[in-house]
């Protein structure tokens, strides 16, 4: 499959301050792509180079294998959707969408007919006679991608288009974002902070820090084998301990925590007997009263708090030594017994947890 973006150790500095390290990355046509990072890791500033909004100190951009440095914003087969939507409130929808296909002189009858088949293809027939403040948050969404697609560009931007809507329009949208991208075919390359999103819609994520890609992966893998110890802290919830290795062998360890529990689990890296590790684990891996407890680690626990939060309820625990760990309520056993102030077991596969030589 050819690649729509292209991108090639790209580096951006500003002075001494290097905003983007020698960033290489392909989207192949037709995909779905988020920069997955914290404020300031450099994705917006990689966004703006795609777009042409600023020039790279270095490196090479291609967009469908067309060289793309020198290419002023305007002449780039590209389009940017942004956080605050930037509809225009004295046009209706027809003429929002229309906007740019007038700027390029199309006669009135081809601009009538493609609002007309763009407004059918983000679900909302019918809606071009509507003023701006007369739709939701989703459709004000739905009318500025559809402003962008009209002008068939061949990667559509988005640089955290769902921030400025509310929790439940947010969930709602991921899954329309998804089903949109899906139907009209346009790579969507889409900047984020948050996980959630990255994961639900992309077929590939990039997760960036300080100006770097710590790992480009599938959701799944990103979740299930992160290859840093800052993709296993930032992409999804942990619980940490830090400890050292007193036996290593190729893909697992015994090691020894700080408060003094003994825990075999599986190596990212090489974690050599006697090195210090940080060990990472999910709370959904950790089994509360395990019935079988062969093959597992196995500590007790006070409970601290309930967190109720319906399917994501989970438990806030306490070791004796005052460790924090949080345990995700299964939904396939009730657990209504436990309350604040119980002592419980715990337990968890060697498999489910993961350690990598720990920083500083």
């Excluded at 301990?241 to 990212?268: C, I, M, P």
């Excluded at 436990?338 to 947890?353: L, M």
Aim: proline share 5%; hydrophobic share 40%; glycine share 8%.
């Amino acid at each position: 499959m050819p690649n729509d973006l292209s991108v090639h150790n790209i580096l951006k500095k500003f002075d001494k301050f290097t905003a983007v390290d020698n960033v290489s990355f392909d989207v192949p046509e037709g995909s779905f792509f988020s920069i997955l990072g914290p404020s300031g890791c450099g994705k917006t500033t990689l966004l703006r180079m795609i777009a042409g909004f600023e020039e790279p100190t270095s490196g090479i951009l291609e967009i469908r294998g067309k060289n793309m440095l020198g290419v002023p914003p305007n002449r780039r087969p590209v389009n940017l959707v942004f956080q605050h939507l930037a509809l225009f409130p004295m046009m209706d929808v027809a003429e929002n969408i229309a906007f740019g296909l007038k700027r390029r002189g199309v006669s009135g009858s081809e601009i009538k007919k493609k609002t007309e088949a763009m407004l059918e293809r983000v679900g909302l027939p019918g809606y071009g006679i509507k003023q701006v403040n007369q739709l939701s948050g989703g459709q004000k969404q739905r009318v500025a991608i559809a402003r962008c697609l009209v002008l068939e560009p061949s990667v559509l931007l988005l640089d955290e288009p769902l921030g400025a809507l509310d929790l439940k329009l947010r969930e709602q949208m991921k899954v329309e974002l998804k089903k949109l991208q899906a139907k009209v075919g346009t790579t969507f390359i889409y900047i984020t902070h948050d996980q959630s999103e990255a994961l639900v819609m992309s077929d590939k994520v990039a997760v960036m820090n300080r100006g770097r890609f710590e790992q480009v992966d599938t959701p799944q893998n990103l979740y299930g084998n992160p290859a840093t110890p800052f993709v296993a802290q930032f992409v999804g919830d942990n619980n940490k301990w830090r400890g050292k290795v007193t036996q290593s062998n190729s893909d697992e360890v015994l090691l020894e925590t700080d408060e003094g529990y003994s825990f075999r689990t599986k190596a990212n890296s090489s974690c050599p007997a006697g090195s210090t590790v940080d060990l990472f684990l999910r709370p959904e891996a950790m089994r509360i009263e395990p019935q079988q407890t062969e093959g597992l680690n196995v500590f007790d626990v006070t409970v601290k708090a309930i967190l109720f939060d319906g399917a994501n309820s989970r438990l806030l625990t306490v070791t004796k030594e005052d460790h924090e760990l949080v345990v995700t309520l299964p939904q396939n056993r009730k657990f209504d017994h436990i309350v604040a102030g119980d002592a419980i077991s715990v337990g968890w596969h060697p498999d489910s947890g993961i350690c990598f030589e720990a920083e500083g």
